[in-house]
């Protein structure tokens, strides 16, 4: 689907509320978008949501198969006749859950990067050292 069309489909549909998303996602404003094209961008991989009858994190996590598409593009294109589910926002205007959820999902991806890279670090040391071994064995013959 082109972005005009998911834009388009996401800005007629009830269940994205602009002034809702705005409210309870007070930095929208500061990226300098519409709201609808933040969200269709990167709002719900942010796990955001567009309303309060959505919730983007909990169609994704029990949906498992549509986990890298935007959750509520694939509820109005495929999900509902599918009979999927839908469940509410837990996130409140006014509230700084919604911020919240961004910066968790953020530090939960930063804590399994800082994981990765110590595990890589002790393997390029531990290769480092063979190779150097290997190297003195060689001059050794």
């Known amino acids: ?57 909990k169609y994704i996590q029990s949906n498992k198969d549509v986990m890298n598409i935007n959750p509520l593009l694939h509820y109005l294109t495929v999900g509902e006749k599918e009979g999927r589910k839908k469940y509410a926002s ?9 911020i919240k959820n961004t910066y968790n999902t953020l530090n939960s991806v930063a804590d399994n990067v ?14 480092f050292q063979r190779c150097q071994e290997l190297e003195f064995e060689k001059l050794d013959r």
């Open 114 to 127: 800082a994981i990765q890279l110590e595990k890589t670090q002790s393997s390029l040391e531990y290769y």
């Open 1 to 57: 689907m082109k972005e005009i069309e998911a834009v388009k489909l996401l800005s007629s549909s009830k269940l994205f509320d602009e002034k809702w998303y705005k409210e309870c996602y007070p930095d929208v404003a500061m990226a300098g978008m519409p709201p609808v094209l933040h969200y269709l961008k990167y709002g719900w991989l942010m796990r955001r949501d567009p309303s309060q009858d959505f919730s983007s994190e």
């Open 90 to 98: 837990l996130v409140k205007v006014g509230s700084s859950k919604g």
